[in-house]
């Protein structure tokens, strides 16, 4: 069975916190994507990776890096968490133009 | 940026009507993906559409992809408890998968 396995299901996490969020797939696939879901706001993307060590912004990336070591594992780091970055954050993976995996999802609270 | 605009927001619909959602994309598209979230999980694909013009279906599901490649729907018949959650669109142009910000369905039985 395929699957994106994010680290985390909940965290709590204190305003100025630096968090990381890890995300790895099984699939070998080049793209990986972060989102974060928001009531009414649907899906908004924060960053992509189509390859090791490469990374491209999205919609909504400020506040966030992330990192690519290694072409399973995509990380994403909120540099100083802030109470605006509480959210679901949903990690997914495709190869080529196909159909995205997605994970469990990790449910932040910024407090 | 390439934008994907999903209607109706939300949708309440008793057992057994019929349900459609639509998807506009402000540019061309190379394919549209579908995938359906359930209260408390994860999207899952439901299906890709490639070509101008393509219909699918999946049971009682019906998936259409417009001549343009810039808008699509999905239509549900005879909807049961089991459709509930939300429906997203993602369109892949030249920009990696942009979701529309989907359409929440609750089904009253």
């Known amino acids: 069975d395929v699957k994106v396995t994010q680290s985390s299901r909940y965290l709590v996490k204190r305003t100025g916190e630096k968090v990381f969020l890890e995300c790895v797939q099984d699939?070998?696939?080049?793209?990986m994507f972060w989102y974060r879901q928001d009531p009414g706001l649907g899906l908004r993307l924060i960053y992509f990776?189509?390859?090791?060590?490469?990374?491209e912004k999205g919609d909504i990336p400020e506040g966030y890096s992330v990192s690519r070591e290694k072409k399973e594992r995509f990380s994403l780091i909120l540099e100083s968490a802030s109470t605006n970055q509480t959210s679901m954050y949903l990690c997914a993976s495709s190869s080529g133009g196909r159909k995205a995996f997605f994970g469990q999802g990790t449910r932040l609270t910024v407090v | 940026g390439q934008q994907v605009m999903q209607i109706p927001q939300y949708q309440h619909v008793q057992e057994g009507e019929d349900f459609t959602t639509y998807c506009n994309s402000s540019?061309?598209?190379?394919?549209i993906q579908w995938y359906k979230q359930r209260p408390g999980g994860h999207p899952v694909f439901l299906i890709q559409l490639v070509k101008s013009g393509e219909v699918k279906k999946q049971k009682r599901l019906t998936f259409q992809f417009g001549e343009a490649k810039k808008n699509s729907s999905l239509h549900i018949t005879a909807t049961q408890t089991t459709d509930v959650g939300t429906y997203f669109c993602a369109g892949l142009g030249n920009t990696p998968l942009v979701f529309g910000k989907g359409t929440r369905l609750s089904v009253i039985a």
């Open positions: 699939m070998d696939h080049e793209n």
């Open positions: 540019t061309t598209l190379s394919n």
């Open positions: 990776s189509y390859d090791v060590k490469m990374k």
